[in-house]
């Protein structure tokens, strides 16, 4: 089975910390995925990485940061944490073009900001 | 672009009911299509998908018929247990340029026993 584990179900700071969220995934997949979740607002997409050392944007990353430097590992970084982004993050993986492109998720991470 | 509408929620039923969770989507591409579950406390774990028109995905008595003809991807089940409330997302991938997965927003159910 694939595994997504993620450094913390939960995770309080203060507002102008730093914080990293890490995500390792031990199925060899090639892209990895970080979102925000939020109610009402379902999912959105932060940051992607098809390869490592390789970033792109997605739909919300302004005030967040990731790196890649090993293929199953995917960091979120946050450099300077704000009350609105508390919220839970979930990390994902999917393994290189297949049919159907299926995504596996973390148990996600939920961030408060105080 | 690509889009997914679900049903808002929450849906709420009686044990042993019957559930539908309407979803419909538009792709620039030829999509396939996916429903997530995220039962409280977890992350979304795939459900079921379907990956050409007509075809049925199946999985723990939930089923969906990928409907090209209404771009419809509904997610049913003939009778719930209280341990199926969870939050279910509708999702679609298209191989065009990026395969980058769209979600609905998600639509919670509750069962009462």
């Known amino acids: 089975d694939v595994k997504v584990t993620q450094s913390s179900r939960y995770l309080v700071k203060r507002t102008g910390e730093k914080v990293f969220l890490e995500c390792v995934q031990d199925m060899d997949h090639e892209n990895m995925f970080w979102y925000r979740q939020d109610p009402g607002l379902g999912l959105r997409l932060i940051y992607f990485s098809y390869d490592v050392k390789m970033k792109e944007k997605g739909d919300i990353p302004e005030g967040y940061s990731v790196s890649r430097e090993k293929k199953e590992r995917f960091s979120l970084i946050l450099e300077s944490a704000s009350t609105n982004q508390t919220s839970m993050y979930l990390c994902?993986?999917?393994?290189?073009?297949?049919?159907?492109?299926?995504?596996?998720f973390g148990p996600g991470t939920r961030l408060t900001v105080t | 672009g690509n889009s997914v509408t679900q049903m808002e929620g929450p849906v709420t039923l009686s044990e042993e009911a019957f559930l539908t969770i309407n979803c419909t989507y538009t792709a620039t591409g030829y999509p396939s299509l996916f429903w997530y579950v995220q039962y409280p406390g977890e992350g979304l774990q795939l459900l079921l998908k379907a990956t050409k028109a007509d075809d049925k995905g199946s999985n723990k008595g939930f089923e969906a018929t990928y409907r090209k003809e209404t771009t419809s991807f509904h997610l049913e089940k003939g009778s719930v247990q209280v341990s199926d409330s969870a939050v279910y997302f509708c999702?679609?991938?298209?191989?065009?340029?990026?395969?980058?997965?769209?979600f609905g927003r998600g639509t919670s159910l509750i069962v009462h026993p």
């Open positions: 999702a679609l991938s298209v191989k065009e340029g990026s395969y980058i997965p769209t």
């Open positions: 994902a993986s999917s393994p290189p073009e297949t049919n159907s492109y299926e995504q596996y």
